[in-house]
């Protein structure tokens, strides 16, 4: 059985969208995953299971709008790909000061030529982005809510959702215990 991570799009944002963790943890055992964890109340889990990632994805998100009435992107990873985007983190040393202050946006899609610059080009003092395979990386010392650099990047018309380095962390090392 392979170990997957889900990160779902939305969800326990501003009080909409919601879905407590233990139940999203009953829904995924209820679709026969097993050694379901969560980690915090923004949609993250990890479990094994035999199934493809998009079969997978489907489900989740079926499920949960069978239950909670509403369907969230579901994004799926392979563990492996999720501990990868975590060695290739471009921002390591600023992770490891400020886990909150560098954050991985997991892309469904390829970015359009040219992205990455143009969201360089309206960065803030000392903020990047970089881009490594579907993980496009921000680095955003003043925070991300004050980031004009995340503002462009969330602006994007792309199937996305991103998670701190912190959390990407926690994810990965609740991934590597299963």
Same mark, same amino acid.
Do not use: C
């Given at each position: ?63 949960? #709008?069978? !239950? ?9 990873? +392979?563990a492996? /790909?999720?501990? =990868? &985007?975590? %060695? @290739? ?63 462009? #990047?969330? !602006?994007?018309?792309l199937?996305?959702?991103g998670?701190?380095? +912190?959390?990407? /962390?926690?994810? =990965? &090392?609740? %991934? @590597?215990?299963?």
């Open positions: 059985m392979t170990v997957w991570v889900a990160l779902l799009r939305g969800v326990n944002i501003g009080g909409h969208h919601k879905l407590p963790m233990a139940k999203l943890r009953r829904v995924l055992a209820e679709l026969g995953f097993e050694d379901v964890a969560t980690y915090i109340q923004s949609g993250n889990a990890v479990f094994r299971s035999g199934g493809a990632a998009e079969a997978i994805g489907d489900a989740i998100g079926e499920a949960i #709008a069978a !239950r909670f009435g509403f369907r969230p992107h579901v994004f799926v990873l +392979r492996d /790909a999720l501990h =990868s &985007a975590l %060695a @290739r983190n471009p921002f390591m040393a600023e992770a490891e000061a400020d886990g909150r202050k560098v954050h991985f946006l997991f892309l469904a899609d390829a970015l359009p030529p040219g992205t990455v610059e143009a969201l360089n080009a309206v960065a803030g003092q000392g903020e990047s982005a970089r881009l490594e395979g579907n993980v496009l990386y921000l680095h955003t010392p003043e925070g991300f809510g004050r980031s004009a650099l995340a503002r462009a #990047a969330t !602006r994007l018309k199937p996305m959702t998670r701190n380095a +912190r959390s990407v /962390a926690e994810i =990965s &090392a609740i %991934a @590597r215990g299963l």
